[in-house]
C-alpha cells in the first residue's frame, strides 16, 4: 500500500542515514566543526518505525555565531539538524527555562558520531550546571507567565463562552503542571509523549495536577463543567504548594 509521509524505516536504516548526513556536513562545513551528534529517540534506542532524526552540527567559535536549523523532509523520512556555534549551544545547555524538562534531554544523551576534542562532556557539564535558583526562577515564571493566565481564562470562558476552548485549556493546564513538577524535582522527562506518565511518577505534586493529568491523558473532555471543577481544584492546589515551598505568585502591587 501507497503511504504518503513517513514509512517504516529499520533503526540500522535511520543510523545509516545518520551517517550521510554527517558525512555531508563535513563537506559543507569542513574544519569548522568541532562535533557531530544525534539526539532524541535515535539516541536513547527507542526510536520507533515513523521516528524522525534529530542532530547537532556544532561549530567552532568565531567571530560571528551561528544558530539556525536544517529541518526537511526526504518524502519516507524527516530530519533536523541544529547548526550552532558551541558557546551557544553551551549557554543553551546551562538555561533554564519553563519547559527544561522536555528540552534539556539532548543535553545529556547524544549519540556522538564525530567529537574528537570532547565536547559533548562538556556539554553536558554545562547543562549540570544549572542551581537551585535557577530552577526557583523558572517555576516563578511558569507560575506566574501560564498558569496565572490560564485561570484567568478558564473563567472567563466558564462566565461567557465559548465552552469549546476548554479542553485545550485543561491540555495547558495538564501540560504546564507536568513542567512544575519536572523543574520542582529537576527531573527531565524522557519524551514529549511521556511527559504526563512520567509526571505523575515524582514526588511533590500539587493537589489536583493528577485529576487534570488523568482527564488529559483519557481524552474525557467533552464536560464543560467538569473540566471547570477540575481545572479551579488544581489551581487552588497549586497556590497551597507554591506557599509550601515558598514559589512566589503574587507580589506587590507595582514591583518596580
Same mark, same amino acid.
Given at each position: 500500500?501507497? %503511504? @504518503?509521509?513517513?514509512?517504516n524505516?529499520t533503526?540500522?536504516? *535511520?543510523?545509516?542515514t545518520?551517517h550521510?548526513?554527517a558525512?555531508?556536513? !563535513?563537506e559543507?562545513?569542513g574544519?569548522?566543526?568541532l562535533?557531530?551528534?544525534v =539526539?532524541?529517540?535515535?539516541?536513547r534506542g527507542t ?9 547537532f552540527?556544532?561549530? *567552532? ?7 539556525f536549523?536544517y ?10 539538524v541544529n547548526?550552532?556555534s558551541?558557546d551557544?549551544l553551551?549557554?543553551?545547555?546551562a ?5 527544561w524538562p522536555l #528540552? !534539556?534531554g539532548? +543535553?545529556f #544523551? /547524544?549519540?556522538s558520531? =564525530?567529537d574528537?576534542?570532547?565536547f559533548?562532556?562538556?556539554?553536558s557539564?554545562?547543562a ?5 535558583k535557577?530552577?526557583r526562577r523558572?517555576i ?6 501560564? %498558569? =496565572?493566565?490560564f485561570?484567568?481564562k478558564?473563567r472567563n470562558?466558564?462566565l461567557?463562552g465559548? !465552552? ?7 491540555v495547558?493546564?495538564? /501540560?504546564?503542571?507536568a513542567m512544575l513538577?519536572g523543574l520542582?524535582?529537576?527531573?527531565? +522527562?524522557?519524551t514529549?509523549? %511521556?511527559v504526563?506518565?512520567e509526571a505523575?511518577?515524582?514526588?511533590s505534586?500539587p493537589?489536583?495536577?493528577? @485529576?487534570?493529568? *488523568?482527564m488529559? %491523558?483519557?481524552?474525557?473532555?467533552a464536560?464543560p463543567?467538569r473540566?471547570v471543577s &477540575?481545572?479551579?481544584?488544581f489551581w #487552588?492546589?497549586?497556590v497551597?504548594?507554591? &506557599?509550601e ?9 507595582i514591583? +518596580?
Amino acid at each position: 500500500m501507497h %503511504m @504518503n509521509g513517513p514509512v517504516n524505516i529499520t533503526r540500522p536504516e *535511520r543510523l545509516q542515514t545518520c551517517h550521510e548526513i554527517a558525512s555531508k556536513l !563535513h563537506e559543507v562545513y569542513g574544519e569548522k566543526i568541532l562535533a557531530i551528534g544525534v =539526539y532524541g529517540s535515535v539516541s536513547r534506542g527507542t526510536d520507533g518505525p515513523f521516528s524522525d532524526i534529530e542532530m547537532f552540527c556544532v561549530l *567552532r567559535e568565531s567571530s560571528e555565531s551561528v544558530d539556525f536549523s536544517y529541518e526537511w523532509s526526504a518524502g519516507p523520512w524527516k530530519a533536523e539538524v541544529n547548526v550552532c556555534s558551541a558557546d551557544i549551544l553551551l549557554e543553551t545547555a546551562a538555561t533554564v527555562e519553563g519547559d527544561w524538562p522536555l #528540552t !534539556h534531554g539532548p +543535553f545529556f #544523551t /547524544q549519540l556522538s558520531l =564525530y567529537d574528537p576534542e570532547g565536547f559533548f562532556l562538556k556539554l553536558s557539564e554545562a547543562a549540570e550546571s544549572p542551581i537551585k535558583k535557577d530552577f526557583r526562577r523558572a517555576i516563578h515564571e511558569v507560575l506566574v507567565g501560564e %498558569m =496565572y493566565e490560564f485561570i484567568g481564562k478558564l473563567r472567563n470562558v466558564s462566565l461567557v463562552g465559548p !465552552h469549546t476552548y476548554l479542553p485545550y485549556l485543561a491540555v495547558e493546564f495538564a /501540560q504546564y503542571g507536568a513542567m512544575l513538577v519536572g523543574l520542582h524535582n529537576q527531573n527531565l +522527562f524522557s519524551t514529549g509523549s %511521556m511527559v504526563l506518565p512520567e509526571a505523575l511518577e515524582l514526588p511533590s505534586r500539587p493537589e489536583g495536577f493528577d @485529576n487534570v493529568a *488523568r482527564m488529559v %491523558m483519557s481524552g474525557e473532555l467533552a464536560e464543560p463543567a467538569r473540566i471547570v471543577s &477540575a481545572c479551579e481544584n488544581f489551581w #487552588t492546589g497549586l497556590v497551597k504548594w507554591a &506557599a509550601e515551598h515558598d514559589y512566589e505568585i503574587s507580589t506587590k502591587r507595582i514591583p +518596580f
